[in-house]
């Protein structure tokens, strides 16, 4: 009897582990979402300084020489 106890106290503390950690955290709301986008994406400055410039390397074989 002391064990189906343990057992069905055991089971249920697992599915409260279970059902706590399935539930999906809050998000922000769609308006902040598009907002913050909207800000990164527009602000100038922001984008001048995480800007990079790459520049192209030709490698020999497409160079045309030769």
Aim: hydrophobic share 40%; net charge negative.
């Amino acid at each position: 009897m002391k064990r189906l106890v343990l057992a069905v106290f055991g089971l249920v503390l697992l599915a409260a582990f279970v059902a706590a950690g399935c539930s999906v955290p809050p998000g922000p709301t769609p308006g902040e979402e598009a907002s913050s986008c909207i800000l990164c994406h527009t602000d100038e400055d922001l984008l001048k300084q995480t800007a990079t410039v790459e520049e192209e390397v030709e490698s020999e074989a497409t160079s045309g020489e030769g």
